[in-house]
């Protein structure tokens, strides 16, 4: 009996003191006193006092995030848009609590969207806090707005409550066309961190029809050090992603001569290999793609589904994918920044010959012969064997 | 005497305790300083050459069995000089155990509960450890065997969940480090945390079978080894040329885990694993104080010395060090030379002088 009371008395007091230490004491974080952050801009603006960061957070409203039934009728925003001005980020961020009455809560944010004026001029002010501050996560993407960071994070998108998600998922599913080159915050962080490899970020742009505003991913942002110096376009971007060997599906569209028709081809599966070699004693590199293919549209009526056809196809196919890449390899040698990786290849795969031309790479580089073999094999043709609608 | 010590620990039960007290910190803060691709060849050397120091160890633990360090310094110096002997072992395993505790400390200010104050927070941490070594060696012993093997199921659970992220090509070029350079290293692993088993001359002597001791401390350093292998390998590999830049890439590393959105934030793991280990390591160094204390004070009772030994191994804890800043500095430049006494000149002094004494002498064995 005298036990049992022991037991229990013991029992007691573990649970109370548990009852009361396990709700957390001074770091407590209590939803309905938090901002959780979806999205985040950065710009530079200038103010009366001067050059100032103008910072944008998208900030979900829990409230009003509700049931697709609900949804219909109330036709209000379930997020809100905050700006606060700041020297640093830090400083900014701090300064939000001057309006808001909530603290700004980062390990929910997705995208991270820098201003281009501010990109130009170095992203080396601004990224640390993301780095250094235990709340962001490493795994959010960051873009270069063309233009305002904040204008692209004021807009409300079609099917998703939140914008900053429909970005983030935007980004993630950059493979049906492999044009858009996503990028993490721990990407980037390596990249600024690289002594040869240097930076790339999405773009994301504003489009304005007279009914409607939307937010688009256009190109790629390219960067010498932490300096934006240009832009690829879409199809550059795709070369840059064959290269990396990022590309996971798209089409690829080719006039098949000597007709006039277009022929779209879907890319199944890519593979890629960069092989670093030494020539004469001077860097050269291979590039090595093999890409599997399948007819996606036809759009003449002869039957293409023989072999002799076939063969000229995949040998289109791969002229097209040479084209991308060389496109990129043209503005990586006019911008002269090496975003490929060739010089961590050969830092890593060649390291002895490294060390006697790693120190001159910015020299080397532009010059530096890049030869690119593709081949590339249609293994399907879809449903159909020739154009459906006979002669 | 020594009523901490009841109930006997087996040669199984060595090689977890051991292996949760060296992965002790070392589960967080890689030894050796930044890593580059070689450094898990430093690893294995500097495992290499904490051996020849444990060789040491179990010489000296042999040739006076069921006697710890302060009762071996006793007999071997002679009285006078054989307590500034334990006495100066006494402070590094104290001085160590406060170490230990800062790293607890660090951590927890700056990636988990950054406003909770340090004080609360150290007292608690200790406290544990403190309750640990109040109920026995025994009760720490048993905790590891749950612990460890949580660790080491942890570890390789981690690495599997950042297979996704493992770039092979973040781990080239090997063999590029400089000799003296690699040699440094694997110094800096050899006494942190190989080395800092001479505090286990004061848990030996309460081993069931002595003679089975060495091949405990060698799976017990190759499991070390193994799980720091794995764990430095995985980091560089997602990280790569950004792993020197954070102050724990351990931990960093396993922030990016991010499958399908829902096993994310798995980081929690690591530190689970830390906190675990660090309370064995902690709980080791202030049970082989306390016992060493009360043997060098003479006292009946080793009971009453623990929740002293609590207070001021939280307070140098707290105190001890300014700063992250200087933790690191400290563990990587000071530490090597700090510990090259205690872990080496002390053990192998008192071994050369016991062999050259004869000591133990026939007939005066306890």
């Known amino acids: 009996m005298r036990r049992l009371l022991r037991t229990t008395l013991a029992l007691t007091l573990v649970l109370t003191v548990s009852v009361f230490s396990s709700i957390g004491c001074w770091d407590k974080k209590e939803l309905d006193k938090l901002a959780i952050v979806a999205g985040f801009g950065v710009d530079q603006v200038q103010t009366a006092e001067g050059d100032r960061l103008l910072l944008t957070a998208q900030i979900i409203k829990a409230d009003q995030v509700i049931s697709p039934e609900q949804a219909g009728g109330s036709g209000k925003q379930s997020f809100l848009t905050d700006q606060s001005y700041g020297r640093t980020v830090f400083e900014g961020v701090r300064n939000f609590t001057f309006e808001s009455s909530r603290r700004l809560f980062f390990p929910h944010n997705r995208v991270l969207i820098i201003g281009e004026s501010l990109a130009r001029s170095g992203l080396h002010p601004i990224i640390d806090f993301f780095i250094r501050d235990p709340e962001p996560r490493p795994k959010q993407y960051v873009l270069v707005a063309k233009g305002k960071a904040a204008d692209i994070l004021s807009v409300k998108t079609g099917l998703e409550e939140i914008p900053a998600l429909a970005i983030y998922e935007l980004l993630q599913d950059y493979g049906a066309t492999s044009k858009v080159y996503p990028v993490t915050l721990q990407d980037l962080t390596k990249d600024l961190a690289s002594k040869t490899k240097t930076a790339v970020l999405p773009m994301i742009e504003l489009v304005s029809t007279s009914k409607k505003k939307t937010i688009m991913l256009d190109g790629t942002a390219v960067f010498k050090s932490d300096r934006m110096v240009g832009e690829l376009n879409i199809n550059e971007t795709r070369g840059l992603l064959w290269v990396l060997g990022k590309v996971h599906s798209g089409i690829i569209v080719f006039k098949l001569p000597p007709y006039r028709h277009d022929i779209s081809m879907e890319i199944l599966e890519a593979n890629r290999q960069i092989r670093p070699e030494l020539r004469n004693g001077k860097p050269h590199v291979t590039v090595v793609i093999d890409v599997e293919m399948i007819i996606g549209e036809i759009t003449l009526t002869k039957n293409l589904t023989v072999p002799r056809e076939n063969e000229k196809l995949e040998r289109m196919a791969s002229q097209g994918i040479k084209k991308e890449i060389r496109a990129a390899l043209a503005k990586a040698r006019q911008f002269n920044t090496d975003f490929f990786g060739f010089g961590e290849a050969f830092h890593s795969r060649r390291p002895k010959a490294w060390k006697t031309f790693g120190p001159n790479w910015d020299q080397i580089f532009p010059q530096l012969p890049v030869e690119i073999k593709v081949s590339t094999v249609i293994r399907r043709v879809g449903e159909a064997t020739k154009f459906p609608i006979l002669q | ?366």
């Not at chain 2, 969940?161 to 440094?184: H, R």
């Not at chain 2, 081993?207 to 980091?235: D, E, H, P, Y």
């Not at chain 2, 204390?293 to 105190?319: C, E, H, I, N």
């Open chain 2, 1 to 366: 005497m020594a009523e901490l010590a009841q109930g006997r620990i087996s040669n199984i039960q060595l090689v977890l305790l051991l292996t949760g007290f060296l992965l002790g910190t070392s589960i967080l803060i890689l030894p050796g300083g930044d890593i580059h691709p070689d450094t898990w060849l430093a690893f294995l050397l500097g495992c290499g050459q904490g051996l020849i120091l444990a060789f040491i160890y179990l010489a000296l633990a042999r040739r006076f069995p069921g006697q710890t360090f302060v009762k071996i310094a006793e007999a071997v110096w002679g009285r006078y000089i054989g307590k500034i002997v334990s006495l100066a072992f006494l402070w590094y395993v104290f001085h160590a155990g406060a170490l230990t505790t800062t790293n607890f400390l660090d951590f927890i200010k700056v990636s988990i509960l950054p406003s909770t104050p340090a004080m609360l927070l150290v007292l608690m941490l200790v406290g544990v450890c403190a309750a640990a070594v109040w109920s026995g060696l025994e009760v720490i012993t048993r905790c590891s065997e749950v612990l460890v093997p949580l660790t080491i199921l942890f570890t390789l659970f981690l690495a599997l969940m950042l297979i996704p992220d493992f770039k092979a090509a973040n781990l080239q070029p090997v063999l590029q480090t400089p000799l003296p350079e690699l040699l440094k290293t694997s110094v800096r692993v050899a006494t942190f945390p190989f080395g800092e088993t001479v505090i286990f001359l004061m848990i030996l002597p309460f081993l069931n079978k002595q003679n089975k001791s060495l091949s405990s401390v060698v799976i017990a350093f190759a499991l070390t080894v193994f799980i720091l292998i794995t764990g430095m390998l995985r980091t560089l590999g997602v990280l790569g040329n950004v792993a020197p830049l954070y102050v724990y890439p351990l931990y960093q590393a396993t922030r990016s885990i991010d499958l399908g959105h829902t096993l994310t934030r798995l980081e929690i793991l690591t530190s689970i694993n830390f906190l675990t280990m660090g309370f064995i390591k902690a709980s080791v160094q202030l049970f082989a104080f306390v016992v060493g204390l009360s043997q060098f004070l003479g006292l009946k009772s080793d009971r009453t010395l623990v929740v002293p030994a609590w207070l001021l191994m939280s307070l140098l804890g707290l105190y001890n060090l300014p700063g992250v800043a200087e933790t690191i500095a400290f563990t990587h430049t000071v530490y090597p030379f700090y510990a090259l006494p205690f872990e080496v000149f002390i053990p192998l002094a008192t071994l050369v002088v016991a062999w050259l004494r004869k000591l133990p002498r026939e007939g005066q064995q306890p």
